[in-house]
C-alpha cells in the first residue's frame, strides 16, 4: 500500500529554518507529482508547495520566496526546505500524493514557530 511519512518538524524561533522530508513507498515516486500542505488549529488544510514529476514547482503566495520544495527520486522523497519562518508558519505540515484512486496523506509533523 502507498505510505508517505514525514520528519524534520519541530520547534524554532521566528527568523529561522526548517526542512521537511516526506519518504514514499508503494508507488513508484518518480512518476508521481507530490504536495506538501499545512493546516493551523481552526483553519482548513491548505495547499503550501507542489512539485511534478517533471520537477515544475508552485507555491502559495504567503511562502513564496521563502520555502523551497524539492524532490529526490533515488531517495523516495520530497522535501520542504522552509527559510525564514514566521509565527503564522505553524501548522500541521502533511504530505500528500494522489492518482486514480485517490488521495493518500502522511500523518503529520508538527511545526511551532515562537520565541
Known amino acids: 500500500q502507498v505510505q508517505l511519512v514525514e520528519s524534520g518538524g519541530g520547534l524554532v524561533q521566528p527568523g529561522g529554518s526548517l526542512r521537511l522530508s516526506c519518504t514514499a513507498s508503494?508507488?513508484?515516486?518518480?512518476?508521481?507529482?507530490m504536495g506538501w500542505y499545512r493546516q493551523a488549529p481552526g483553519k482548513q488544510r491548505e495547499l503550501v508547495a507542489h512539485?511534478?514529476?517533471?520537477?515544475?514547482?508552485n507555491y502559495a503566495d504567503s511562502v513564496k520566496g521563502r520555502f523551497i520544495i524539492s524532490r529526490d527520486n533515488a531517495k523516495n522523497t520530497v522535501y520542504l526546505q522552509m527559510n525564514s519562518l514566521k509565527p503564522e508558519d505553524t501548522a500541521v505540515y502533511y504530505c500528500?500524493?494522489?492518482?486514480?484512486?485517490?488521495?493518500?496523506w502522511g500523518q503529520g509533523t508538527q511545526v511551532t514557530v515562537s520565541s
Open positions: 500528500n500524493t494522489r492518482d486514480g484512486k485517490g488521495d493518500y
Open positions: 508503494g508507488i513508484i515516486f518518480s512518476i508521481y507529482a
Open positions: 512539485i511534478t514529476a517533471g520537477r515544475s514547482t
